[in-house]
């Protein structure tokens, strides 16, 4: 673990070199808009999310896809929206395509 107790290393982007990689930096400004990416241990982007200024991302969220992720990864399983951990999962095959409404009902 490292200082702080923050598991993994933070980096800031003063020149804004990253968020141009991931066009995130708004020229005009000088700044970098609201972004995140979950990138995976093979350095795939799985999922991103932007936003602009006014609207904060939510951590909650954040957390949740994580998780959907490392279950998927584990168990090949998907997840619905929403998806918390515990909850029902699916196993992907050819016998839900335009069936998974019936699988996944609204509690």
């Known amino acids: 673990m490292v200082e702080g107790g923050i598991p993994f290393p933070m980096v800031s ?27 995976d241990p093979d350095g795939i982007i799985q999922a991103a999310e932007i936003l602009t200024p006014p609207v904060g991302r939510n951590p909650n969220e954040l957390i949740r896809q994580i998780k959907a992720f490392q279950h998927h990864k584990k168990t ?9 951990e515990g909850e029902k999962t699916l196993k992907p095959s050819t016998a839900l395509i335009g069936n998974v409404w019936k699988e996944w009902q609204p509690k």
């Open 13 to 39: 982007d003063q020149n804004g070199s990253i968020g141009r990689l991931y066009g995130v930096y708004d020229e005009e400004a000088g700044v970098n808009i609201r972004g995140r990416f979950l990138i």
């Open 76 to 84: 090949g399983e998907v997840m619905p929206s929403g998806w918390q």
